[in-house]
């Protein structure tokens, strides 16, 4: 029997990251992620939902992701999902469907917040400037 279980995403950060370790001393990084899908209804009208997804990173990555993402920045997360099953304290069994990311790639910037020295150095700005969108590209 073949199966396949992989999920792409692009999207938000709707807070900031929560870092964990596990017993054995494993980082285990959550946050989630807001995802906006477009479509269009029969009558030709643009209709937009937003979906959100609880993502789950292990190890190196989950301590990177924890020091380096903050609310609102976009993220990629390549990953599969994961059905989760417990019993809450009423005894009830519970079921939430994770993303268990194998990859987040940061796409948006880190925000920093500007300091005087940061205003007076214009390093930053020769980055931008050192960029020539003229150059030919080369493929």
């Given at each position: ?75 990629f ?9 417990w ?29 005087s ?23």
């Amino acid at each position: 029997m073949i199966s396949y279980n992989k999920v792409l995403l692009i999207g938000n950060l709707t807070a900031n990251p929560q870092l964990k370790y596990n017993q054995n001393g494993l980082a285990v990084t959550t946050f989630t992620i807001a995802v906006n899908n477009k479509f269009q209804t029969k009558d030709q009208n643009v209709k937009e939902e937003v979906g959100f997804f609880d993502i789950v990173v292990f190890g190196k990555q989950a301590e990177t992701c924890n020091s380096y993402l903050s609310k609102g920045r976009t993220v990629f997360v390549e990953g599969r999902l994961s059905m989760n099953v417990w019993e809450d304290s009423t005894g009830q069994k519970k079921k939430k469907i994770n993303i268990i990311a194998n990859r987040v790639q940061f796409i948006s910037p880190k925000t920093q917040q500007v300091t005087s020295q940061d205003e007076s150095s214009g390093d930053d700005l020769d980055l931008v400037e050192d960029i020539n969108i003229e150059d030919d590209i080369p493929f």
